[in-house]
C-alpha cells in the first residue's frame, strides 16, 4: 500500500534557504526498494512507525525497526528491504535545499549540521512520531491554512533531525549546490525505482513531458547512459539485493524483477556481475 502526495509549489524558507517539497509518502514496503541515490541539494527523511526492514547505506547494513530514523542525503546510495512476514510501513518526505552558501551556514549552526549530515540512522528521540502523524492528517483533510501548517511541520521535522543528530553519532558527506536538472532526475529516479520490473521508454518520455528521443538524450545528460542500460541497471541494482534473502529462490527472483524466463535473467545477471546469480548469492557474506 502506497500513500503519496505531490503538492505543487510547497516551498518556504528555512534559515535563509529555500526547501523545495517534492514527495510525501507513506508506504507500506511489500517489495525492495533497489540500490539508489539523489542529487545535490536533496534530502529524504525516512520514519519508520512499524515492521521490519534492512537498509543498506554506503556498503553498510542497518536493522529497522519501528521507531527508526534515518536520513540520505546527496549522492548516498541506498537500499530497502522489507521482512516479508511484518513489513515496515514508512513515513518519507523528499526535500530539496537550495541557497546554500558558506555565509548562511557561518550564520546558522542548525542550518549547517541539517547540511552537512548526508546520512543518519538511529531511533527517534525527539518526536517525529507526532510530527509525521499531524503532517498526513493535514495533507488528508486539507482544512484551512492546511499548506502553511505542512511548511511549519516540516521545518520542525528538520530541527527534530539535528536534535537527534547530538543525541548519537552519524556519518558525513557534504552536500553541493543543487542541478538544474534535479526536477526530472527525482521523476526518472522515481520511475526506475517503482517500475523497474516493465519499464516503458514511450511511458516515462510522457511523464517528463518529452519525446522519446528527448528522454534518451536526457538520460545520456544526466547519467552517461541509454534507456536500455538504465532498465538493466535497475533490475540488476534489484536483483543484488533480492538475493541476499534466502528464502527467495532465483526463479522466484526471476519473475519479482519482470523477466520472462530464468535463462533471461540469468544470462543478463552474468553479463552484469561476470557471475551466475547462485555463484554471486554464495560469495556474498
Request: hydrophobic fraction near 35%.
Amino acid at each position: 500500500m502506497q500513500v503519496k502526495y505531490s503538492e505543487p509549489y510547497i516551498h518556504f524558507s528555512f534559515e535563509k534557504c529555500t526547501v523545495d517539497v517534492l514527495n510525501i509518502i507513506f508506504e507500506r514496503f511489500e517489495r525492495t526498494i533497489p540500490l539508489h541515490s539523489h542529487g545535490d541539494g536533496s534530502y529524504e527523511i525516512h520514519y519508520i512507525q512499524e515492521g521490519y526492514g534492512q537498509l543498506t547505506a554506503e556498503d553498510k547494513r542497518y536493522d529497522i525497526t519501528p521507531n527508526t530514523l534515518f536520513v540520505t542525503g546527496p549522492h548516498v546510495r541506498h537500499a530497502q528491504t522489507p521482512v516479508p512476514q511484518d513489513p515496515m510501513q514508512e513515513y518519507c518526505i523528499y526535500l530539496r535545499v537550495m541557497g546554500d552558501t558558506p555565509k548562511n551556514r557561518e550564520k546558522s549552526i542548525l542550518l549547517s549540521q541539517f547540511l552537512d549530515t548526508a546520512f543518519w540512522f538511529g531511533q527517534d528521540r525527539h518526536g517525529m512520531s507526532t510530527l509525521v502523524k499531524q503532517l498526513f492528517d493535514e495533507l488528508e483533510k486539507r482544512r484551512i491554512g492546511y499548506r502553511k501548517q505542512i511548511e511549519m511541520l516540516i521545518a520542525q521535522m528538520m530541527i527534530c533531525m539535528v536534535r537527534n543528530y547530538e543525541s548519537g553519532m552519524g556519518t558525513e558527506k557534504e552536500a553541493g549546490d543543487t542541478s538544474q536538472e534535479e526536477g526530472r532526475a527525482f521523476l526518472i529516479e522515481e520511475y526506475f525505482l517503482y517500475e523497474y520490473q516493465k519499464p516503458s521508454l514511450k511511458e516515462l518520455a510522457g511523464r517528463l513531458l518529452l519525446s522519446e528521443r528527448q528522454t534518451q538524450r536526457l538520460l545520456q545528460n544526466l547519467y552517461g547512459k541509454t534507456f536500455l542500460q538504465k532498465k538493466v541497471e535497475a533490475r540488476m541494482s534489484a536483483a543484488a539485493v533480492l538475493l541476499q534473502d534466502p528464502e527467495k529462490s532465483v526463479t522466484v527472483i526471476a519473475e519479482e524483477l519482470g523477466y520472462s524466463s530464468l535463462e533471461h535473467f540469468s544470462a543478463e545477471f552474468r553479463r552484469y556481475y561476470g557471475m551466475s546469480p547462485r555463484k554471486y548469492r554464495q560469495a556474498r557474506p
